[in-house]
C-alpha cells in the first residue's frame, strides 16, 4: 500500500531552465495539495487540485508556476525559467476527498529543488 | 497576515520531560487542527488532530490541548525520548470544507538523553 510519491526526490536547475515535479496521490486518493518549504520555514500552500481541476490556486506565484492533476496520471507541477529563489523543498499532499475525517492530508517525502 | 503564530521556533528538553508547543490563530472558522512530525529529509507526517468541540484530545505521549475562546491550542509530549527530536508543526484547515491547511513555521525539538 504506497503512500504518496513524488519524483525526483532531488532536481537540480541552472537558471532559466524549467522544473518539473510530479506527484502519485495514494490510491484511491482524487484531492492532490502542492505546498513549498523554505529552509527553517514552515509549509506554505500553493495549489489545490481534484482530477481535471485547479480547486484553490491562491498561493501560486501569477507568472512562471503552473500545476495540474490530469484524468490519468500523476500530478505536476511546473516551475518555467527557474530562479534561485525557487530553491525550496516541494511537497505534495494527497487525500480521499475534501470533507470530514477524509480529508486527512497524507504526504509525500518531498522533492528538493535547487537552483545554481 | 500570518494566521497561525507558532512558539518557540526552537527548544531542548531533557529525556523523561515535557515538551510544550504553543500555536494561536486567528481565523475564527476554522475547525481542524492537526499536528505533523517531520525528521530531516521526510515528509510532514500526521501526529494527532483535534476539533474545537472538544478541549483536550489524547493520544499515548501525545496531548492536544485547545482553548477556543483564546484561539489557542497546544502540544504536550511527555516523557519526551530522544527519538521525538524533529520539527513539529501546527496547523489549522476546515473539516468540512475542503482545502488548504495553514501551517505555523515549525517548532525543532532536540531531546537530550
Known amino acids: 500500500n504506497a503512500g504518496v510519491m513524488q519524483n525526483p526526490r532531488h532536481l537540480v536547475r541552472r537558471r532559466g531552465q524549467e522544473a518539473r515535479l510530479r506527484c502519485s496521490p495514494m490510491?484511491?486518493?482524487?484531492?492532490v495539495y502542492w505546498y513549498r518549504q523554505l529552509p527553517e520555514e514552515g509549509l506554505k500552500f500553493m495549489v489545490y487540485l481534484q482530477k481535471e481541476n485547479i480547486i484553490d490556486e491562491s498561493g501560486m506565484p501569477k507568472e512562471r508556476f503552473s500545476a495540474e492533476f490530469p484524468k490519468e496520471g500523476p500530478s505536476i507541477l511546473r516551475i518555467q525559467q527557474v530562479v534561485r529563489g525557487d530553491s525550496a523543498a516541494y511537497f505534495c499532499?494527497?487525500?480521499?476527498?475534501?470533507?470530514?475525517?477524509?480529508?486527512?492530508?497524507?504526504f509525500g517525502p518531498g522533492t528538493r529543488l535547487t537552483v545554481l | 497576515q500570518q494566521q497561525v503564530k507558532q512558539s518557540p521556533q526552537s527548544l531542548i528538553v531533557q529525556k523523561g520531560g515535557i515538551s510544550i508547543i504553543n500555536c494561536a490563530y486567528e481565523n475564527t472558522a476554522f475547525d481542524y487542527f492537526p499536528w505533523y512530525q517531520q525528521f530531516p529529509g521526510k515528509g510532514p507526517a500526521l501526529l494527532i488532530a483535534i476539533r474545537p468541540d472538544v478541549s483536550e484530545k489524547k493520544e499515548g505521549r501525545f496531548t492536544i490541548s485547545f482553548n477556543k475562546s483564546a484561539k489557542q491550542f497546544s502540544l504536550h509530549i511527555m516523557d519526551s525520548q530522544p527519538g521525538d527530536s524533529a520539527t513539529y508543526f501546527c496547523a489549522a484547515s476546515f473539516y468540512t470544507n475542503a482545502g488548504k491547511s495553514t501551517f505555523g513555521d515549525g517548532t525543532t525539538l532536540t531531546v537530550k538523553p
Open positions: 499532499a494527497s487525500s480521499f476527498s475534501g470533507q470530514g475525517a477524509n480529508n486527512e492530508q497524507f
Open positions: 490510491k484511491g486518493h482524487s484531492h
